[in-house]
């Protein structure tokens, strides 16, 4: 399983660096990359569907599939027409049809008092969940064509630097638990192990990779940096935990099993989701 786990996670990371490389060489940022977060989308949203048909509910389906995919593809409204759209409010409309569609759904197939506003409630958690936090990702990459690339770039190096040392310092001197009901695996000493590994992923990432992917472009300061990095460290934990806090309601120990060793799309972006709209917010301070 591990010799798996490592070959599947060098395919994903190669992956993922050959359509970054092919993204930043682009005319248009997100022209590579726009094929994947429509993938993920799709994934996604059927792994929370799944999650909460664990618990005998039916939002429907149809709206949460198309509703993500309509708030994903929005963010490009923005690039397209940056005159008649402003930033996020493509997003924004998509979140609001889709809702208008879900209680049209619901009326349509309502027979009595039941599970409807339990059925309406997750119809729109998913779509908050998936598509207005993946839109945040997208939003990032959108910033600029050499700006865009290092703010997206940057969260997924610390984020996963700071899985990474979670996980490596856990395993080594973890005592103290950090969640036990929800993930007993995290440790208090893996999460402090996990900021370190995070702030030298930021490191990383406004030294050499900046200066690879911006040239000249002054990097920004060293205070704001390591704050960035503190932030969207603690918001990826919540995020993970979060997903974990998803999963034990449903009595799952993984989104999905399509990837072994790994799980599903949710267990990958679990971190970056709610970390995302953190970074967003850093980012706007420092342009």
């Known amino acids: 399983m591990l010799r798996w786990r490592l070959l599947l996670g060098a395919i994903i990371i190669g992956g993922l660096v050959a359509l970054c490389w092919a993204d930043f060489q682009a005319e248009q940022p997100g022209t590579w990359l726009f094929p ?8 996604a949203s059927h792994e929370v569907l799944s999650l909460t048909s664990a618990k005998g509910a039916r939002p429907l389906a149809g709206v949460v599939y198309l509703g993500n995919l309509a708030m994903v593809t929005s963010n490009w409204l923005t690039v397209w027409c940056p005159d008649r759209f402003p930033t996020l409010a493509p997003v924004a409309c998509a979140l609001g049809v889709a809702i208008l569609l879900a209680f049209a759904g619901e009326m349509r197939r ?3 008092p039941g599970d409807v506003t339990v059925n309406l ?4 958690f998913a779509l908050c969940y998936v598509g207005v936090l ?3 990702l997208v939003e990032l990459r959108l ?7 290092a703010a997206l770039l940057s969260l997924v190096v610390i984020v996963k630097m700071s899985d990474t040392g979670a996980y490596t310092v856990g ?18 000493e893996g999460g402090l192990g996990g900021l370190a590994f995070a702030i030298l992923g930021a ?62 799309v949710l267990d990958l972006l679990d971190s970056l989701l709610l970390s995302a709209p953190v970074a967003y917010v850093c980012w706007l301070f420092a342009r």
């Open 36 to 43: 994947l977060v429509v993938v993920l989308s799709v994934l």
């Open 110 to 112: 309502y027979e009595g």
């Open 121 to 124: 409630a997750l119809a729109v």
């Open 134 to 136: 993946l839109s945040f």
């Open 143 to 149: 910033l600029g064509s050499e700006v865009g690339m």
């Open 171 to 188: 395993r080594l001197i973890g005592r103290n638990k950090l969640a036990p009901t929800l993930s007993p695996g995290k440790t208090i």
């Open 203 to 264: 490191w990383f990432s406004f030294t050499w990779m900046w200066t690879q992917l911006c040239g000249d472009r002054p990097a920004p300061g060293v205070a704001w940096w390591l704050t960035y990095a503190v932030l969207v460290t603690v918001a990826g934990v919540i995020g993970d935990l979060a997903e974990s806090l998803l999963k034990r309601d449903a009595g799952r120990k993984d989104s999905s099993t399509w990837m072994p060793g790994f799980g599903g």
